[in-house]
């Protein structure tokens, strides 16, 4: 898995992608929530 994060100044886009290079996931998140999304 491969994680990118792009930090703008009010929130991040997050996207996951696998082995394959197939998305897994892509969240756009406030960057104050950004450490929920650590956790998850």
């Known amino acids: 898995m491969y ?8 929130y991040a ?3 996951v992608i696998d ?3 197939e ?3 892509e969240v ?4 104050a929530n950004l ?3 650590a956790q998850r």
């Not at 994680?3 to 009010?10: E, F, P, S, V």
Request: charged share 35%.
């Open 13 to 15: 886009q997050v996207a």
């Open 3 to 10: 994680l990118g994060i792009d930090l703008h100044k009010r």
């Open 28 to 31: 756009r998140v406030k960057n």
């Open 19 to 21: 082995q394959a290079g």
């Open 23 to 25: 998305l897994v996931e």
């Open 35 to 37: 450490d929920d999304l």
